[in-house]
């Protein structure tokens, strides 16, 4: 079985301060991770995915990933906020050879100006 | 040009009717899923088909029927709607493996 906690529903940060929204999973093989941004009746886009190799990954709009496997983590930072950044991020893992995509709650960020 | 592509966007309708939302995928994605996203913003699979064979079929109601005519549509069809069921509804298709899933816009859907 696979799941993900997201620890946190909200995160409130100021603008041009590093943002972080937390994640960790529970797999039974190898992990595939995602992370997801969904603004206010719009659909999920993706932001980026950590498969294998190192173990910090880049994504779009300026997020990056951190994969920690003694910590089952795949943390979501960005090290300068944007008010623009305010939405409700998914993180996701699919077990390897496994189709099912599972999903998160959910963390709503708020970026304060 | 968009990806994946749900119709309708928006869906109301009454207690007891049967109704479809369509998804249609360009991408020439294998995978495609159903997921349901209630009002508290939670994402749940409901089901996938890869190459129109049905993979995944978490536990729904059977009053919920997916159809794959062929690998780019994925549909789902309900029956005897319940005011349980409102909630949206999301699309989205995978390439085989490990890739990321492409979601659509989403259908809401609104039983009175």
């Known amino acids: 079985a696979q799941s993900v906690a997201q620890p946190e529903d909200q995160v409130n940060v100021a603008e041009g301060n590093p943002l972080t929204v937390k994640c960790t999973y529970s797999?039974?093989?190898?992990?595939?991770l995602f992370w997801y941004v969904q603004y206010p009746n719009r659909g999920l886009q993706f932001l980026l995915k950590?498969?294998?190799?190192?173990?910090l990954v880049k994504g779009s709009y300026g997020f990056e990933a951190e994969f920690n496997k003694s910590q089952t983590s795949f943390h979501l930072k960005k090290p300068s906020a944007l008010v623009s950044d305010s939405a409700l991020y998914f993180c996701a893992v699919r077990d390897i050879g496994d189709y099912k995509l599972s999903f998160g709650a959910g963390t709503t960020v708020t970026v304060r100006a | 040009d968009t990806a994946v592509s749900q119709t309708p966007k928006y869906l109301v309708t009454q207690m007891g009717n049967d109704k479809s939302i369509k998804c249609e995928q360009n991408?020439?994605?294998?995978?495609m899923y159903w997921y349901k996203q209630d009002s508290k913003k939670f994402l749940k699979i409901m089901f996938s088909y890869n190459n129109k064979e049905l993979i995944i079929n978490e536990t729904v109601p059977n009053r919920f029927s997916p159809k794959s005519p062929d690998k780019a549509h994925l549909n789902l069809h309900i029956n005897s709607l319940e005011l349980g069921d409102s909630a949206v509804y999301f699309c989205?298709?995978?390439?085989?493996?490990?890739?990321?899933?492409?979601f659509g816009q989403g259908t809401r859907l609104t039983v009175v």
């Open positions: 950590y498969i294998t190799g190192d173990n």
């Open positions: 989205a298709s995978s390439p085989r493996g490990t890739h990321e899933a492409f």
């Open positions: 991408l020439g994605h294998d995978t």
């Open positions: 797999v039974s093989g190898n992990p595939y």
